[in-house]
């Protein structure tokens, strides 16, 4: 290896890195050099000239230019050119810092204006004649305070990809314009927040901010425009030293009432972590950073903004026992007394199998660890269960299948490295919006190649080079028909699977029924569609398969799963880097429940309850026998319940009631139970078929960590104290133990984490401390520390190290369409709501987005029914109807419509059937067929405005500095002005 280039800064020689910028050296050493513009997640902008420095005797910008050996680069000599550029800078930006909501030290208007020494503002201050637009319902944009740095353009078009910001360099006084000059709330913003993360200044801010920051940010606007033309008026003749010394003694005072905490995401499974501002129990912003493993700086719109629920009024606080009917708040010792004697009198009248567990995705491990340890070692059931049987159980399965562990091969790094990324069933950029971002930057500016397979032409689809639109039901016919036309033409990885996979002949033969022909007459996709789809998977040096509930949600969820996994092993797409399978998990810590061992059949790390030795581990441990057969699970326990056999249920933060598939027959099993237990932070529609329900704390209220979908364990932080008298969720169960006899003793999650490691392998080297800060650990992680984020390197996870083709058939689909029932329902979530809604529906921003549920249909289906955008309809099943109101959208072909899953009222399990599929028994959600009757009324559409799905973006590469250059009143600034006096 060549040595490292030699750069000398002001005399003093330096090592740098072969590549690096000049401002990427001079940061590394800590040396002072400003860069408003800059920011370590963007590239070089080079809109704000801050930075320019004298290389080899020319004036360059140091963000922007790379070393070379023997470069010699003047910081003094260039200071006059540093200083011109701020001063444009604060000519376009009014300084009042000390009553500014920003000014919390991190204000890099403040910041570079002060390092630079500048006292007086040579131009002065003019505005721009633009309006405030507060039209957002989060954020706000102040053109007055822009300082044109295009740093929220350039996270807008090429780190989230939404596309919506831009500068118009050709106005007399140019500002940042949302789909080329709308309102905000008018375009295709999304809300995601990244403009508002990355902005410098207070041009951008969070509504949540604005008076509520500083100790003298809170005067009416009148007040404070009074104050402002104070600061201004004396600044003329202190010049701006002591206005910077004031807002840094203000800055600092903000220490004392102004916490910083950092947490990880309760949504989805992408996993994003950021600090949660606050100043008492107000939330003032979410602040991402770039060393979040996830996500970097990115968050979407419920990230960044969908906190409300934790300080709702509507949040349980004290425990509730049902008394003639109805709920009393009774004492924790009494409910924990009640809830201990009834379960306890059960188990032994009726056996320790009549009583059953469900855990939930949004506890931390911990709490699952001890919710499978009550049942198992307490009560001495396997009667526990999660939601991953709702949608990720199909994929797990299929994993396990095939390579091993039931769960992601690799990281999001590996899926932005890959070639070619396959996404089948799931709207990404909807359901895991941070994930579909780092996908859309790789296309865009990258030239990775996308496929997408999905009834809906979401997003996603219509970014992709090769859009497939099968029958419903059908993904699994053309995996096959893809895997059998690649052996055909002698493409398949031959070396790989020899060395690595067994069962290869066996699998040949099982996709002889699956011909192109016969692939098209089912799937309704061209020949040619699936010939150029296996061409292109095969041809790939690196292959991505992402897939969600589009895909499991099926009678042939697990096997179509098993299917994908087949054609990626079979193209030699597992096992290095930018390769393997993706089952998208749903929930936030949905993977780390089941890996902890919330599961009938699994102990935590996936080590099955059958076998003798891991049972005889966990016995030791927790002192006590332990049963040898498999539990209930979720579905079973239902049936259960209807049979008479399970008497008594425990259920921790699940809307058990309306996420089960036929929620008719689910409640109908609740009623019959005669002990039901509901912790949650809410009066759920579950809760009301409770006899005790426990007041439960919001991850913002608890310590403890997250497994998110990549197999990442991160820890979280207790942002606030229980609201009220609720607890968090492993208190509770730790105090339940207590009045049941076991005193568990732990006297923190650390601490159950530490007995985690001691008795499962995959977590032997997971502790606190090395999850502090923004550290995370993909499981599994050695006793020394050193975890996997890519799995299978040294060989699969089965007993002989090899991989196995799983040969699969197709299975019809359950409820199609006849002449009754002649339309096919799809369902899912929509960006701005999370599952039921019984978090996001808490804030008023997220529901001014999308106020209820909806039914998407195509402009056809709804002239041949004589529907209108916002009429009511009647949606029919064989097995309920709920009613709603139509949305008109080219999403969705002829013959299919979508409902959102957002809703209590409107749920769509109200219409799904009690089928599963059979391997897993995971409801066949995604396969239901139904009529329309239209209601004798019409209201205005819920999506009619405020949703970005009306908005233009405006695409576009960067920021186009180049125009603001070509612009008649630009010049650069000079290498070196005198000035009399002051800057």
Request: include cysteine; aromatic fraction near 8%.
């Amino acid at each position: 290896m060549s040595a490292a280039p030699q750069v000398t800064i002001d005399g003093q020689r330096h090592a740098a890195r072969r590549g690096e910028t000049i401002l990427s050296l001079i940061n590394r050493l800590g040396l002072e050099l400003p860069q408003v513009c800059h920011h370590p997640s963007l590239g070089p902008l080079q809109t704000c000239d801050t930075c320019m420095v004298e290389a080899d005797g020319k004036l360059v910008r140091a963000c922007a230019a790379t070393v070379s050996d023997g470069m010699s680069v003047n910081l003094a000599d260039s200071l006059g050119a540093r200083r011109e550029a701020m001063q444009r800078l604060i000519a376009n930006h009014e300084l009042y810092c000390t009553i500014c909501d920003y000014n919390n030290g991190d204000c890099e208007v403040h910041n570079a204006a002060d390092m630079l020494g500048l006292q007086h503002q040579k131009y002065p201050f003019t505005r721009k004649g633009h309006a405030l637009d507060e039209s957002n319902p989060f954020y706000r944009y102040d053109p007055d305070q822009c300082i044109l740095c295009g740093r929220c353009v350039e996270a807008c078009q090429d780190i989230q990809v939404t596309e919506t910001l831009s500068i118009d360099w050709t106005m007399e006084k140019p500002r940042v314009l949302w789909d080329g000059g709308r309102e905000i709330n008018d375009s295709s913003c999304v809300s995601c927040g990244h403009c508002v993360t990355v902005c410098p200044c207070n041009a951008l801010m969070e509504k949540s901010m604005d008076g509520h920051a500083g100790h003298f940010t809170s005067a009416a606007p009148a007040a404070k425009r009074k104050a402002i033309e104070l600061v201004k008026f004396s600044e003329k003749f202190t010049g701006l030293g002591p206005l910077f010394a004031a807002s840094k003694a203000e800055a600092t005072a903000r220490d004392a009432s102004v916490k910083q905490t950092k947490t990880v995401c309760t949504y989805c499974g992408v996993g994003c972590s950021f600090d949660v501002w606050t100043t008492g129990r107000h939330i003032l912003k979410i602040q991402p950073r770039p060393e979040a493993p996830a996500n970097g700086i990115s968050t979407c719109v419920k990230g960044k903004f969908g906190w409300d629920f934790v300080n709702s009024p509507d949040r349980l606080t004290r425990p509730l026992v049902r008394r003639g009917g109805k709920f009393t708040p009774v004492s924790w010792g009494e409910a924990l007394s009640e809830t201990a004697r009834r379960l306890r009198a059960i188990a032994d009248e009726h056996g320790p199998d009549s009583v059953g567990f469900i855990s939930s995705s949004k506890t931390t491990n911990e709490e699952a660890y001890l919710l499978q340890k009550m049942a198992r070692a307490v009560f001495g059931t396997h009667n526990i269960d999660n939601c991953a049987r709702y949608c990720q159980s199909p994929a797990s399965k299929g994993l396990s299948r095939t390579v091993g562990y039931g769960a992601d091969s690799g990281t999001m790094n590996d899926i932005e490295k890959a070639d070619l990324v396959v996404i089948v069933g799931s709207n990404t950029a909807v359901s895991h919006p941070v994930l579909a971002a780092r996908i859309k930057r790789r296309v865009k500016l990258h030239g990775q190649r996308l496929i997408v397979s999905d009834l809906r032409e979401h997003e996603m689809a219509r970014r992709a080079h090769h859009f497939l639109r099968p029958e419903p039901g059908t993904d699994m016919i053309w995996m096959n028909a893809a895997a059998k036309h690649i052996l055909d033409q002698g493409w398949e990885d031959r070396g790989f699977i020899e060395k690595n996979v067994n069962r290869f002949d066996e699998y040949r033969k099982s996709l002889e029924p699956f011909t192109l022909e016969y692939a098209a007459h089912r799937t309704g996709l061209p020949e040619e569609t699936i010939r150029t789809v296996a061409r292109e998977i095969a041809e790939a040096g690196s292959v991505c398969g992402l897939w969600a509930m589009g895909v499991t949600q099926h009678v042939g969820g697990t096997d179509t799963c098993t299917a994908f996994c087949n054609l990626l092993l079979l193209t030699g797409n597992f096992a290095k880097p930018g390769t393997g399978g993706y089952p998208l998990r749903g929930h936030n810590n949905v993977q780390g429940v089941s890996d902890f061992g919330a599961l009938y059949n699994y102990f935590p790390g996936y080590h099955k309850v059958t076998d003798d030795a891991t049972r005889a581990r966990f016995e030791k441990a927790w002192e006590t026998k332990l049963p040898s057969e498999p539990g209930l699970n979720n579905t079973t326990m239902i049936e259960a319940a209807h049979a008479g056999k399970l008497k008594a249920l425990y259920v921790v933060g699940e809307e058990l009631s309306l996420v089960d598939g036929n929620a008719h027959w689910v409640q109908e099993a609740l009623r019959k139970i005669d002990f039901l237990v509901v912790q949650d932070i809410f009066m759920s529609t579950t809760a009301h078929f409770a006899d005790v329900v426990f007041a439960a704390a919001p991850s913002l209220e608890k310590d403890g960590t997250f497994v998110n979908t990549e197999r990442r364990i991160q820890r979280l932080h207790e942002v606030f104290p229980p609201l009220g008298d609720s607890r968090p969720d492993w208190r509770i169960v730790c105090d339940l133990a207590k009045h049941l006899g076991h005193d568990w003793n732990y006297d923190s999650p650390s601490s159950i984490m530490d007995e985690v490691a001691s008795l499962t392998p995959e977590f032997a080297g997971v502790s606190y401390e090395r999850l502090e800060g923004y550290g995370s650990l993909c499981w599994p992680v050695a006793e020394d520390g050193r975890d996997s984020p890519l799995l299978y390197q040294d060989g699969f996870h089965t007993a002989d190290g090899r991989a196995t083709f799983h040969p699969v058939d197709f299975s019809e689909p359950l409820h199609q369409r006849d002449e009754t029932f002649t339309l096919h329902l799809n369902n899912g979530r929509v960006l701005e709501h999370f599952h039921e809604g019984n978090m996001t529906k808490q804030s008023p921003g997220l529901l001014s987005k999308v106020t209820a549920a909806y039914l998407d249909m195509a402009a056809a289906d709804a002239r041949s029914h004589g529907l209108e955008e916002g009429d009511f309809v009647r949606v029919t099943s064989p097995f309920g109807e709920v009613n709603t109101q139509v949305v008109i959208t080219g999403e969705v072909r002829e013959g299919e419509l979508y409902l959102p899953i957002c809703s209590t009222h409107e749920r769509v399990n109200y219409l799904t059937s009690s089928d599963t599929d059979p391997v897993v028994d995971t409801p066949v959600y995604k396969e239901m067929s139904v009529k329309l009757h239209k209601l004798g009324r019409k209201g205005r559409s819920p999506m009619s405005h405020g949703n970005p799905r009306f908005g233009k973006p405006t695409p576009q590469v960067g920021v186009k500095v180049e125009k603001k250059w070509h612009r008649s009143d630009y010049i650069e600034p000079p290498r070196d002005r005198p000035e009399k006096g002051n800057v």
